[in-house]
């Protein structure tokens, strides 16, 4: 220490060198709402147009089901099967290589193509990282122009140009785009024409195939040169089509002669609109190592320019995680400084001078930006979780150094010179000092042990709060002894104050430590409260958060068409004021999707309103609307990264029921069956009607019917006959044919197939329509199919209520289990009490090396849950609940409470030491340790209390923490103070 303060400008200059490295790593650190890691999980698509969700299940959901579970480390297996569409998740434990997973899964499902439908398109596999997540979404429309004609003009606009465009913004990986439509060509067929000359629309079809042909390049020589030869489509128009001739009984015929041909918009499969106007969503995914500020600065330039050069377009951004981001960090620093302030006038308040604070001023800002140089070196980003940790440990950096200047003002007051005050003062100080970082470093730690993503996102705020700590203890040893030299120089004493604070300490411990039973009583009282409050305090994976957005997510529980299903979501919204709204209907494109496709019979919608409070009041209006109807409403939070990671819509409890009899689930037919087996009421499970169209076999034989032409002629019927298509500069059109009439049973009414004869077979005669019931969905795990059964809100799910439940099972012919976020809560809780566990070992650990003792670590961990109980009165009161966030807080206001009593203790039993007894020691060492103590609480509470006003993610996040760390303290307090000396002298009688 002497070698150090006698080296003022050799420290000073360390410490600026340091001070400039941070400054420059603070603009090289990148950005992000959350650290970017790598979630455990792979998902699967599969697209098999026309298909049932059984017949997607059987043929290709179970075969892939079967090859992917032999994946090495794979946790568990969910499928999800609908018409036309298959979802697989695969879920790994945390830690496993993604990127292996990912090659593993691919090889898996190159085998399995062997043994599913030649037609299936091969099964995409996404990789899912919170750097795929999209940070903004931007709505493309025309305003007040919703014409068919216009929106496939937009269509080719966005994913032609825009898209391109926007790609190739340096920091945009993908831009995801969907609800675009797109244009196709149809041939009706002059039914009478036709049949008069004795031609079907086989004959048209092999017309445009034979026209239709693409060679390729060939290369030819001419002479001594070489030529690459081209053979351009011949049908690239729809002049090209109209043109196409045909050759009947030697009469050439072109085709717009039998036929017409109409440039139509695709089949309309999903759809999307902002507020009233039809729109394109297009989901922007940033690079990884992009920084979000950056990338919103550069969106937001091109989002002008894009403007002034296509003013008849309106553009839009919604489910902005950019603005999310920024709010977050902008509360959070507010926080920091206005915790910063208050604690300096707390210090002023209680040094009573100005040289002091002014350290501390000096100090905080020094040692966060040493803490950004090394977050930096450590590979960590600038984050709402890492962030939160460095204010975390504001307070603790605080009262590192509070207690150097403390101790060394002490020593001067003793007699010593300013030079010998602040050697000894600090070299006493550094072993507590470097042991109380230790422990709560020590605290924190465990933390990393949580399982998944839960521990991995939290890695951050533990490696934060480390980082804090040791930036602070380093500023304390070193720089601190040096600026208190170099102000104090010329003071040589102290003089000597009326100390109040000491005054009414003695006070208080004339009543608290004489009235011994009175001071317990008050202890086990909030030992009791923990006990309590640990019980019946409901426990959730996150704390709830204030939101202006939410998505309404609508089933209409009938067969509608898209364009319907539109019209119904906006009049659902229709007069609620002060709204802004993107509406989803039925399926979306989204390259990288990884939720099942909506049925068209569903929609989401995106809302946003002007205020919390506002938004209570639109979803009550909402409820209102809906409530006289069959409709089925789910209000979900919105799609923000938190929601991604923590996958927070995972219902409370799902019952899997499946047959002990067969492989399938049961049929539609046994669901009130198994209703009457269930101890509580449950939601409608979804279905839907369908046509079943059966064809009569003998009927087929008897009038001479080829079958596929048959099957042509039903597929034109439907409109679903699809032929050839154009190659277009830009891209392939689909040619189909279809006929005026959309009514099926019409259509099958007055419609003929040609049969081998020539003659004109009416088709109901060929095939029969029945309608049926079956599910929308189909899901799977890794034990095979299972009907998906939801308990309605208002049940109260309890651990007895699902062994009456299995019970009733054990004599059916089911078999029942059980999996949702209530089972998911129990096992997080477990893990984090085993965490507070192995935390507390480590403590008494490091504190039995430090006291060398096995008794006096025991003091200091008696007064940890006598505080928990201080930290859940206070998140009681404000109506809050048990959380991850609540927990972390413990382990934050453990790891301070820790500090202060290892130092008194330290004090005693260097008193003791000297030769005072035991109660003049306890008193003194009291009486040294006031302010400090009293500064640390009040400056770590201050340090967290605007999170209690102020709101965004960011602080509603970290309200709940801020809510344990304030009520442990204040309860922390009194502890240490008083509670803390009769358990030490009570230890000591027994050692």
């Not at 839960?454 to 705020?461: P, S, V």
Request: charged share 20%; with cysteine; net charge neutral.
């Amino acid at each position: 220490m002497k070698f150090i303060l006698q080296r003022p400008i050799a420290t000073f200059m360390i410490a600026l060198a340091f001070l400039i490295l941070g400054l420059v790593a603070s603009f090289q650190i990148p950005t992000a709402l959350l650290p970017n890691i790598p979630v455990p999980e792979i998902t699967i698509q599969v697209s098999y147009p026309n298909q049932t969700a059984r017949n997607l299940e059987t043929n290709v959901i179970r075969q892939l089901r079967n090859q992917l579970q032999q994946i090495a480390q794979l946790k568990d297996i969910e499928t999800e099967a609908r018409d036309g569409f298959g979802l697989l998740k695969l879920k790994f434990e945390y830690g496993v290589s993604t990127d292996l997973a990912f090659i593993e899964a691919n090889e898996k499902i190159d085998m399995a193509m062997n043994f599913l439908p030649r037609d299936l398109p091969r099964p995409r596999v996404i990789k899912a990282s919170t750097s795929d997540i999209p940070v903004v979404f931007l709505s493309v429309s025309i305003p007040n122009n919703n014409s068919q004609e216009a929106f496939l003009d937009l269509s080719e606009f966005s994913f032609n140009v825009l898209k391109r465009r926007i790609e190739q913004l340096p920091d945009i990986a993908i831009a995801d785009i969907s609800g675009h439509l797109f244009a196709e060509v149809q041939i009706q067929p002059n039914l009478a024409k036709l049949q008069s000359l004795g031609l079907d629309q086989g004959s048209i079809v092999q017309a445009i195939n034979n026209n239709n042909f693409e060679i390729g390049d060939l290369l030819i020589e001419d002479g001594i040169y070489q030529y690459n030869l081209r053979f351009s489509s011949p049908l690239q128009n729809k002049e090209d089509l109209e043109n196409i001739r045909i050759n009947h009984n030697q009469n050439i015929y072109r085709l717009k002669d039998l036929a017409k041909v109409k440039i139509v918009p695709e089949q309309i499969r999903g759809a999307s609109s902002t507020n009233k106007d039809r729109a394109i969503q297009i989901a922007l995914i940033k690079q990884a190592e992009a920084s979000v500020y950056e990338m919103n600065e550069k969106l937001s330039e091109f989002i002008l320019e894009i403007e002034k050069e296509y003013p008849h377009l309106k553009f839009e951004t919604h489910q902005d995680q950019t603005t999310l981001l920024k709010l977050s960090i902008d509360n959070l620093k507010s926080s920091l400084i206005l915790g910063g302030i208050l604690a300096i006038v707390i210090i002023f308040v209680f040094m009573q001078d100005l040289k002091s604070p002014v350290i501390i001023g000096v100090s905080i800002p020094l040692a966060l930006i040493i803490s950004f140089f090394l977050l930096y070196i450590f590979g960590l980003s600038i984050n709402i979780i890492s962030l939160s940790g460095l204010i975390l440990g504001v307070g603790m950096m605080i009262d590192n150094s509070i207690i150097v200047i403390d101790n060394i003002t002490q020593k001067l007051n003793e007699g010593f010179s300013i030079f010998e005050a602040c050697k000894r003062g600090t070299s006493e100080i550094i072993s507590p000092l470097v042991s109380s970082v230790l422990t709560t470093c020590m605290v924190f730690f465990p933390l990393v042990f949580l399982s998944g993503v839960t521990g991995a996102l939290f890695y951050d705020q533990a490696l934060a709060v480390a980082i804090g700590l040791v930036s602070s203890l380093l500023v304390a040893i070193f720089v601190i002894p040096s600026i208190y030299l170099q102000i104090h120089k010329k003071t040589k004493k102290q003089s000597l104050k009326k100390d109040i604070l000491a005054h009414w300490y003695k006070k208080g411990f004339a009543i608290f430590y004489t009235k011994k039973y009175l001071t317990l009583t008050i202890a086990l009282g909030f030992l009791g409260c923990a006990l309590f409050l640990f019980k019946h305090l409901e426990f959730n994976k996150l704390p709830q958060l204030e939101e202006q957005e939410m998505r309404i997510k609508v089933d209409w529980n009938k067969n509608v068409g898209v364009e319907d299903n539109l019209e119904k979501s906006q009049l659902l919204l229709e007069d609620i004021k002060d709204i802004t709204y993107v509406v989803e209907a039925a399926e979306q494109r989204y390259l990288l999707q990884r939720e099942p496709t909506q049925n068209f019979s569903e929609t989401q919608i995106y809302l946003k309103a002007s205020s919390p409070t506002h938004l209570e009041n639109v979803k009550k209006e909402i409820l209102k609307r809906v409530e006289n109807t069959s409709w089925v409403v789910d209000f979900l939070p919105p799609k923000n990264i938190f929601q991604y990671v923590f996958g927070d819509e995972e219902n409370e409890l799902t019952a899997e029921i499946t047959s002990r009899e067969k492989i399938e689930l049961p049929y539609e037919s046994e669901i009130n069956s198994i209703e009457k087996l269930l101890p509580f009421a449950i939601q409608e499970t979804p279905m839907q009607n369908i046509y079943n169209l059966q064809i009569k076999h003998e009927n087929l034989l008897l009038y001479q019917v080829d079958y596929q032409k048959l099957i042509d002629e039903v597929k034109t019927v439907l409109q679903r006959n699809f032929v050839s298509e154009l190659r277009n500069v830009q891209r392939f059109i689909p040619i189909r044919m279809g006929y005026e009439e959309t009514n099926m049973q019409k259509s099958l009414q007055s419609n003929f197939v040609l049969n081998q004869n020539n003659q004109l077979i009416p088709l109901y005669q060929l095939v029969e329509v029945k309608k049926e019931i079956q599910y929308k969905s189909i899901h799977g795990k890794r034990s095979g199919e299972f009907l998906k059964i939801l308990p309605q809100e208002e049940v109260k799910i309890t651990h007895q209520l699902l062994e009456k439940t299995k019970n009733k099972f054990a004599s059916s012919p089911y078999n029942i289990n059980f999996s949702g976020s209530f089972l998911e809560k129990g096992n997080l809780l477990n893990e984090l009490l085993g965490v507070i566990g192995v935390s507390i070992v480590l403590l008494y650990l490091i504190m039995a090396a430090q006291f060398n003792s096995l008794t006096q670590p025991l003091i200091i961990l008696t007064e940890i849950p006598i505080d928990i109980g201080g930290s859940l009165v206070l998140v009681w009161l404000f109506g809050g609940d048990i959380n991850l966030m609540t927990g972390i807080g413990i382990v934050v206001m453990s790891g301070i409470v820790i500090n202060d009593s290892i130092l008194k203790i330290h004090t005693m039993n260097q008193l003791k030491a000297s030769g005072l007894s035991m109660d003049e020691a306890i008193l003194e060492g009291g009486k040294r340790r006031l302010k400090p103590i009293l500064m640390t609480s009040i400056t770590s509470i201050l340090a967290l209390l605007p999170f209690l006003f102020i709101g965004g993610l960011g602080a509603d996040l970290q309200k709940p923490l801020a809510l344990a760390v304030i009520g442990g303290l204040a309860v922390g307090t009194f502890i240490s103070l008083y509670f803390l000396p009769i358990l030490y002298k009570w230890f000591s009688k027994d050692q």
